[in-house]
């Protein structure tokens, strides 16, 4: 049902028949066409009533009224042709008063348009008629033993109407103590609006059965049960339905229309409990209000729907009530789960997140997980620090939103609204007296308690009800929105506070992380307040936070809560100042939001992450590299792999969890080592890794050692990956191409002679320039006169070099263009003649490696070199030369790795 305006008037129009004889009088009905269409008044067993638009040809209709004056309120016609829909007990409020209205009169007028403004001509008359749905109906009727008549309202007439021929009844006498006993005469007599009956003695308590029976037939159609002496009420308040599990439950009655005694108010006052079938709960009265009960404990088991509540006191059953019993609040498919890093604006901890998106989403199961980051000392309430939030989507019927219930109402009436109850002060009093008020109402959802109070936190909003320090006169200011931020932490009351509001349940409040206490100053007043915190994502969203594992369930009672604040304005001053708060709960059930919370873990990206680090060196290998290393660092234990110690990345370490790391170490010619790391959250510093093992066979094994490291998501350990995110471990580790989870990096032993300081090495390498230019000429290999003293032909000889080259011991290559080196030492033989012909040679030379030499002694260059030479077979005049030679240089030996 949906209409345009709420009109409370329509229960004047819907009490006086004689408003609709008028207007068809002035013409307004009585000149509109007929419709192409019909209404059909539904009562069910309960005598709830459905108003149907039944459509029968031509353009459909939008909506439908009793009059055609643009004030009057309209329905519009929704899903099914349904217009409206009540029961019994509101058949003189809105819908009610509507169904009842037409049903009487059996018209109604309906138009194609839409909107405010429908023209008089487009509406048109829809004849309307009443339909029972059930043979066996339950009439809301009351009938009192010293007047035993009822009055029919609404559409209660035309329904019994519909029912058969004229009546018959019996009638049973309910004794108190032993079974019903029938009585010997009744009659019955519907006329006007009233059902009159007739006994043949006084019945004090008891219970009638009106029988109908089909036409021109004895045969029955349906029979009608009327209590005598039992009332019947109308539940009223902000939550007038039944919510299965309910451990408390505000609720209001009142006396339905046609309590001809006029004594069912009175008897309200014993209410002990209800019953709903062989369901007894517990009714407690609300101080201060006769109609208004808590229900405690509403089981989970009571039937969905519209059902019959019977009312019980000291003496026993007194009255009757309609109740909805609607689905208990209950997590609305799985828990998910949200990594956040709250310090975005850090890039060097934002560049995290990616890594942290691919584990957020559903949770299997409906485990929570755990937040590890209040374990690093985290404080719960603080905004910056690093989440693993879960957040259970509730599925809410919609008469318990707050939305659905009521909006923010201001109020700013012209005379002085009733001072609320809490705190109850002279002072509130006199200052709503004499200055301007504003009532500000408002339908929350808040956990009321927590039984995991040490374990989880929920996410809230900025407004909390807590206490509040006020200093002393008017010096402070509540702010003009309710929404305001108030402190995020109780503070200890004063020695006299103000009176706390009652507390209707057990239920304790959530611990938030408070904060150290801050003493009131001098002179200042603490007012209580309620010390729950508001949900932050409104009422179909929970989001919380668990510090540590937990076999317990996470089932916080959630509680809805009606907020009224006064607030009162100074004409010096424009703010409005709190000046009163009350707090009533409406509706308080447990949910359970996840069975336990357990640990899990976000793969590490260990290709950015991991490093090789030997015998203590600052030079670590990185994913991709390599690094050179002592012959015997590996043997003996000397090499660890370890978490890299990042500033920034030991800020989130936490947040990755446990992980399971499958790290490997091979050499060519041997067999390779497996080892399962087992990584905790605290190993992220230089101290924290493990160490490598040498393959089985290493000193047969020659080259390079290689690492690698990658997730081991199927091994069971301390790291627990959660399916979606085992299953994107395993599919990159397949895949061929560069993937954050896997690490590799080489070790290459430098040999017995490699410099560790300083980036050169040192060989021995046999000499043997294949040609070179001499000058001047050597006198020694002259042959005769005619020969240039000037420049001489070099011819191949062999010799003996100490070379000193630039060299990166970890690539084990001369990182510099031609692999140039410095070079000492002898040529000894003429190949020529093989003669013995010494001199002594120091120079440079620019090399081409032929055959790689990184990882032995064998390999081999082409140099070009430039030397001088000091030829010892001649005089030390004639000794010194300038050499150029090109030729090879044969082994480096005593140098790198000698295998």
Known sequence: MKW?????????????????????????????????????????????????????????????????????????????????????ENALRDNGGFIGLISQTGMALCTTEAGDNVADESWEVVDVTTQTTGTTMFAPLIVSPDKYEAKLVGWARPALDKLGMSPTCKAWSTPPVGVDKQVDKCEVEVRDERVVFRFSEPIQRGRIQMEYTKANSKELAATVHVNIDTCRFVPRGHVTS????????????????????????????????????????????VQDSYSTYVLRDVPTALPLGMQEVELFGAEGKFGVTSLEVLESIRVEGKLKVDYRLRRSDDPKISKFQSYFDSASGEVDEGIAVVNPMALQGSDPPDKNRYLV???????????????????????????????????????????????????????????ASNPTVHEVYYDHA???????????????????????????????????????????????????????????????????AWPWRVLLDGAENITFDVIRETERPIRPRLALMRVIRTYEQKDSDPRPILVANRFEPLLELDVTLATKARRESVPLPVSNLLEVSCDGSEKVAWNGQTRAINNEDVRNGKCEIRVRAEREFSAVRALFGPQSVLVTVQRDGVEKVEKIWSLQDHQT??????????????????????????????????????????????????????????????????????????????????????????????????????????????????GLLFTLEPFCEDEGVNPWPLNPGVQVGMNLINLGDASFAPTFLAGVAATLPVLDASSSQLGSKVAFGAYYEYDTRVSPQYAHHFLLTLGLNVGSFFSGNFK
């Open 389 to 447: 939030v879960n957040t259970a989507k509730l599925s809410i019927p919609a008469k318990l939103r707050p939305q659905g219930i009521e909006q923010w109402i201001p109020i700013d009436p012209s005379l002085p609204p009733e001072v609320p109850k809490v705190p109850e002060v002279p002072e509130v009093r006199e200052v709503v007296k004499q200055r301007k008020v504003s009532v500000h109402e408002e339908f929350v959802w808040v956990v």
């Open 462 to 528: 900025e407004r909390l009800f807590v206490e509040e320090t006020v200093p002393p006169k008017s010096e402070s200011k509540e702010p003009a929105s309710p929404t305001a931020k108030t402190p995020t932490s109780p503070k200890k009351p004063a020695t006299k506070p103000a009176p706390k509001p009652p507390q209707v349940s057990a239920a304790k409040p959530a611990p938030q992380g408070e904060k150290p206490e801050e003493k009131p100053k001098a002179g200042s007043k603490v007012k209580q």
């Open 685 to 798: 510093g230089p101290k924290t890794g493990m160490k490598l093992d040498a393959p089985p066979g290493d000193n047969d094994a020659k080259g390079l050692y290689r690492v690698e490291a990658r997730i081991a998501a199927q091994v069971k350990g301390d790291a627990l990956y959660r399916g979606a995110t085992k299953d994107k471990i395993l599919e990159e580790l397949l895949s061929r191409e560069h993937t954050n989870l896997r690490f590799a990096a080489n070790l290459r032993p430098r040999g017995p002679f490699g410099w560790q300081v300083l980036p050169f090495r040192t060989y021995v390498t046999a000499f043997v320039p294949v040609s070179g230019f001499r000058t001047p000429a050597a006198p020694t290999e002259l042959r005769h006169s005619k020969q240039l003293s000037s420049v001489q032909y070099v011819t191949p000889r062999a």
């Open 4 to 88: 345009n305006r709420p009109w409370i008037s329509l229960l004047v129009l819907c009490a006086s028949a004689g408003v609709v004889q008028a207007a068809q009088e002035g013409g307004k009905a009585a000149s509109k066409k007929p419709g192409t269409a019909k209404i059909e008044v539904r009562v069910d067993s309960r005598f709830t009533a459905t108003a149907v638009l039944v459509q029968t040809a031509g353009t459909p209709y939008k909506q439908c009224s009793i009059s055609n004056d643009r004030y009057a309120p309209r329905w519009l016609v929704s899903t099914g042709g349904i217009l409206a829909k009540a029961t019994y």
């Open 242 to 285: 039944l919510v299965r599990g309910a451990s408390l439950q505000n609720i209001s009655f009142e006396a339905a229309p046609g309590d001809a005694s006029g004594n069912c108010g009175s008897r309200l006052y014993g209410l002990t409990h209800v019953r709903l079938g062989a369901h007894d709960i517990r009714a407690e009265q």
